[in-house]
């Protein structure tokens, strides 16, 4: 699965459980960091930990295990590192607060969500 397969799957799976304001950024050519930054807000930390489990789980039965994840017990911001995809599952206040948008933008905003790609 290439990165941007993978990250058009997170996106699905995020949508699935109603995360508000999806932001897939394409950092590849400015940062060795990974190829895909994601980033989505949930309303309350049940969300946020359900959206982090279903992410988890889509990925784990295409075999793809995290390096890491970290924040999942406070739930106010997830971040969850597949190598190639970094996905942020932040709470709508944290995700003000932090503004991980503006610090990457610099970055390719791109669209991963079917109905825009036809």
Do not use: C
């Given at each position: ?10 996106v699905?799976?995020?949508?699935d459980?109603k995360?508000t ?5 394409n ?20 969300q946020?930990?359900?959206?982090a ?9 295409l075999?793809?295990e ?14 969850m590192d ?12 944290n995700r003000l607060f ?7 933008r610099d970055?390719?905003p ?9």
């Open positions: 699965m290439t990165p941007k397969e993978m990250a058009k799957l997170v699905q799976t995020l949508e459980r995360a304001d999806i932001k897939v950024i950092i590849e050519k400015i940062s060795a960091l990974a190829d895909y930054f994601i980033i989505a807000s949930g309303s309350n930390h049940s946020v930990q359900a959206m489990d279903h992410v988890e789980e889509a990925l784990g039965r075999g793809a995290p390096k890491s994840i970290e924040g999942y017990r406070a739930a106010n911001w997830i971040l597949y190598g190639d995809i970094i996905l942020h599952i932040f709470d709508e206040e932090y503004d991980i948008e503006r610090i990457w970055g390719t791109e669209s991963l969500k079917e109905e825009e790609q036809q």
